[in-house]
């Protein structure tokens, strides 16, 4: 069992950057898909950015050019650096990891911006 631990959210101005992280209480190494995901008051939570094993990234039309994801297998830590922030990327961000037997999930951490 892998645990993800999400951190780096807060309150950020629009144009702002941020740095989430997830760390993971194992080794991501046999995790094919790694993402972030996100959810806002009264929405569905949606797919941010993605990244497989082979390095592969994946962004929402939305936040492309802005977020980039990134995996550190030795440090078993996925980050998302967002930059330009706006005050529609407002919402609880989630880190999820997919193994060929398992889907993991964090407890989310809070991204808020606002002037």
């Known amino acids: 069992q892998v645990q993800l631990v999400e951190s780096g959210g807060g309150l950020v101005q629009p144009g702002g950057s941020l740095r989430l992280s997830c760390a993971a209480s194992?080794?991501?190494?046999?995790?094919?898909?790694m993402g972030w995901y996100r959810q806002a008051p009264g929405k569905q939570r949606a797919l941010v950015a993605s990244?497989?094993?082979?390095?592969?990234?994946n962004y929402a039309d939305s936040v492309e050019g802005r977020f980039t994801i990134t995996r550190d297998n030795a440090k078993n830590t996925v980050y998302l650096q967002m930059n330009s922030l706006k005050p529609e990327d407002t919402a609880d961000y989630y880190c999820?990891?997919?193994?060929?037997?398992?889907?993991?999930w964090g407890q989310g951490t809070q991204v808020t911006v606002s002037s």
């Open positions: 194992g080794s991501i190494r046999s995790m094919f898909f």
């Open positions: 999820n990891a997919r193994s060929a037997a398992n889907n993991y």
């Open positions: 990244i497989t094993s082979g390095g592969r990234t």
